[in-house]
């Protein structure tokens, strides 16, 4: 539970809507909640379709979060209600949600490292909005948002700098994958490597994030892709997002010798780790050629070591750089990525698993513990 007293603050409305909350640690179940009005700097938001993100199973199975609590943290959807100090979103706007809204005066935020606004972080945690309370009540009691914008609702209170208006010819289907692991992907070649046009990228790990590292490098004009990952099935996709080149790495002694080799011997210009594996995040190090960069995208655990070779670290040059949340900004990335995918540039469409009713829900964190089902993409909750 939270560690501080929190409050259900529903503003003077109370709307009654079908969620999937989390009732206890491992415990989701469809339930009535009440929502209420948008404060200020809120906006109220009709989820139209709701991706789900491995990091919905973390956030359950979690016994630090709070409960009751409403999940999801991908979505779209279109805008019903506005606080009256909101004035980048208007009622009737489709809008794809962003779970890290930025206060725009802090360090990083005055630097442009927007995803790195740490003023959303408290709140979080504490499954609140930004002024300390929730919006949502069940059973009479306080509900918790999950990531500030709880989208696996049909209905959701968000802070106005989690509403990012794209263009109206979106749909909403593809829209709703955008504000995690395709913002994040795409991030981290566009973004946080920086991938030249002409260059060589190595992505390790082709799951949601890693085919649209995939996708990011090819639009920024890498001419060689390599796709690393031990499942066939998800090598066989990458192609489809733009892998020049794939590599099973499962009974390979030597990944970074064997990156090399389809590199004249060279190494990648740029190597992205999305595997949350150290050992395999030293491989992509050591893959890169001298003056390469490595972006690690993959939640590496607090308690693990990334061990690199000491010897001659100076005169390799290399970079080596953790990126949170691709070092997109939404709002700019998120649009830019809409009008790609309406100019046939980018896609989305297969990115969708199945789509499915709030009801099954269940199905797609079943999923999660399948080892043989599919993991490139994403099970969309479709509200319409």
Not at 140 to 158: D, P
Not at 270 to 275: A, Q
Request: aromatic share 6%.
């Amino acid at each position: 539970m939270s560690k501080k007293p929190v409050t259900a603050d529903l503003n003077g409305g109370s709307l009654k809507m079908r969620a999937a909350v989390m009732t206890g640690t491992g415990k989701l179940e469809v339930r009535e909640v009440e929502l209420g009005k948008p404060k200020a700097n809120e906006v109220l938001v009709k989820i139209c379709a709701t991706a789900v993100c491995h990091s919905d199973l973390n956030t359950l199975d979690d016994p630090t979060t709070p409960f009751p609590q409403v999940l999801g943290h991908e979505g779209a959807g279109i805008v019903q209600e506005v606080g009256p100090n909101v004035s980048t979103v208007k009622v009737g706007d489709k809008v794809a949600l962003s779970w890290v809204p930025y206060c725009g005066t802090c360090p990083c935020c005055r630097t442009g490292k927007v995803n790195l606004c740490e003023s959303a972080f408290g709140p979080m945690f504490d499954g609140t909005l930004m002024d300390g309370t929730t919006r949502m009540r069940m059973d009479g009691q306080v509900c918790y948002h999950s990531s500030l914008i709880s989208t696996f609702a049909e209905y959701s209170v968000v802070p106005e700098m989690s509403c990012v208006k794209i263009p109206d010819a979106m749909p909403l289907i593809p829209a709703s994958m955008i504000g995690c692991g395709v913002a994040t992907g795409y991030g981290a070649s566009v973004r946080a490597a920086r991938v030249d046009p002409g260059s060589s990228v190595a992505v390790f790990g082709i799951g949601g994030v890693g085919v649209n590292a995939i996708q990011g490098a090819r639009i920024a004009g890498a001419s060689m892709i390599i796709a690393c990952d031990i499942k066939d099935e998800n090598l066989e996709l990458a192609k489809k997002y733009g892998a020049t080149h794939v590599l099973n790495t499962g009974g390979l002694k030597d990944i970074a010798a064997a990156v090399k080799e389809l590199t004249n011997g060279i190494g990648s210009d740029y190597s992205i780790d999305c595997t949350g594996n150290t050992m395999i995040g030293a491989e992509a190090w050591k893959s890169s050629c001298k003056g390469g960069t490595t972006v690690v995208v993959g939640a590496y655990k607090s308690d693990a070591e990334l061990c690199l070779p000491a010897g001659g670290f100076h005169r390799v040059g290399k970079i080596l750089k953790g990126t949170f949340y691709g070092d997109v900004n939404p709002f700019n990335d998120f649009p830019k990525i809409s009008q790609l995918y309406l100019d046939k540039k980018y896609d989305l469409d297969s990115l969708v698993i199945e789509k499915i009713v709030l009801a099954d829900i269940q199905k797609a964190f079943d999923s999660f513990h399948d080892p043989k089902g599919k993991n490139v993409g994403r099970y969309v909750i479709d509200f319409q």
